[in-house]
């Protein structure tokens, strides 16, 4: 079974920055396209990042511009890069495939608050 690992969320004020990472288990890692998703409670879960197996990029237009995806595949590690962050950034944060995600990990808490 996958395992997805996600890291580096925390309390940072409006206007900072963090990077979260994504350790995946999986030794095809570098085929599969991957995303960076958000939850916040009661809602749905959204993608808000996007990368492919070639790098190629794409982002939800609430995130455009402020955030980042990268990926590692010599440490099956895909990274999302946050900047200029705003309240409404405050969600649990999960990485998975797309566009068929997998079991998910326990995600990393991002809260965007002064």
């Known amino acids: 079974q996958v395992q997805l690992v996600e890291s580096g969320g925390g309390l940072v004020q409006p206007g900072g920055s963090l990077r979260l990472s994504c350790a995946v288990s999986?030794?095809?890692?570098?085929?599969?396209?991957m995303g960076w998703y958000r939850q916040v409670p009661g809602k749905q879960r959204e993608l808000v990042a996007y990368?492919?197996?070639?790098?190629?990029?794409n982002f939800a237009n609430s995130v455009k511009g402020r955030f980042t995806i990268s990926r590692d595949n010599a440490k099956n590690t895909v990274y999302l890069q946050m900047n200029s962050l705003k309240p409404e950034d405050t969600a649990v944060y999960y990485c998975?495939?797309?566009?068929?995600?997998?079991?998910w990990g326990q995600g990393t808490q991002v809260t965007v608050s002064s």
């Open positions: 990368i492919s197996s070639g790098g190629s990029t």
């Open positions: 998975n495939s797309v566009p068929n995600p997998v079991n």
């Open positions: 999986e030794s095809r890692f570098s085929i599969y396209a």
